[in-house]
């Protein structure tokens, strides 16, 4: 089996148990590492992530340990960053041992070719994401970033995370319908002139399955925030699952 998970925001300001909040993500690798030939997180694993030269964020020890065992055992785990967790300089990769993805790709699994995206950046957003993002992905400023002291950064960085969470969790996180939705736009585009039989992203915390044109299917996985889906695909057949 091959299981797709996004958008935990481990460290999430508005999650009122963290501790309990990461046991259930712990407990889903615990159960899915049975049968799981590789595992894709497609991004916003945390809610705010910026590693330093010598120091990575404070917490997260069971996940990230937890990880580690699965790719000690053989367990592909590929991560492709979100825009919560851009800042992911080498530790995940050297120390934890997953396979980092810095844009989209298209990966063959099974007879199934796969576009794999976070989401972000795909398609016309809000102005002001649009240039946050510009600044977030721009190497001067990351550089410049390590100069603000680690106990400052992770406070702005999670500060930040819970204005904007705040400010579109009753707004946003429905879905819009086809024609509003960015990421139905974008997939709808690309079909046109890619061969992929499934894409699927994060990002809109939403749990979206949509048959599109010949088969092809567009899936949104959700959260393991408030909605706790995650995707499955056993060499035939995707699908969304929740975690109660």
């Known amino acids: 089996m091959i299981y797709f998970l996004s958008d935990a925001h481990l460290g999430s300001l508005i999650v009122r148990d963290p501790r309990a909040h990461e046991k259930k993500l712990v407990d889903w690798l615990d159960k899915v590492k049975t049968d799981a030939t590789a595992i894709y997180l497609l ?3 945390f809610d705010f992530w910026f590693e ?3 120091v990575v964020p404070k917490g997260f020890v069971r996940f990230l340990g937890k990880l580690a065992e699965l790719t000690d055992k053989g367990i592909e785990i590929h991560f492709f960053t979100g825009n919560h967790d851009i800042w992911t300089f080498g530790y995940l990769e050297k120390e934890v041992g997953l396979i980092v993805h810095r844009k989209p790709e ?6 199934k070719n796969f576009f794999l995206a976070h989401g972000d950046g795909l ?7 649009e240039l946050l993002r510009k600044i977030f992905h721009n190497t001067a400023a ?3 970033f390590r100069y603000v002291p680690a106990e400052l950064g992770q406070k702005f960085g999670y500060n930040w995370s819970k204005a904007n969470r705040l400010k579109i ?3 946003e996180n429905k879905f819009q319908g086809e024609e509003n939705e960015n990421l139905v736009v974008f997939a709808k585009k690309y079909v046109q002139t890619h ?3 499934f894409l699927i992203f994060g990002h809109r915390h939403i749990a979206l399955d949509l048959q599109l044109k010949d088969q092809k299917r567009v899936i949104i996985l959700g959260d393991f925030v408030g909605i706790f889906s995650y995707g499955v695909f056993d060499g035939e057949n995707f699908q969304l699952e929740y975690v109660e």
């Open 195 to 197: 061969d992929v039989d």
């Open 142 to 144: 990351q550089k410049l």
């Open 169 to 171: 969790l009753h707004i």
């Open 123 to 129: 398609h016309a957003e809000k102005k002001g994401f």
């Open 106 to 111: 298209i990966i063959k699994l099974g007879n």
């Open 52 to 54: 330093y030269r010598t």
């Open 43 to 45: 991004g916003d694993l």
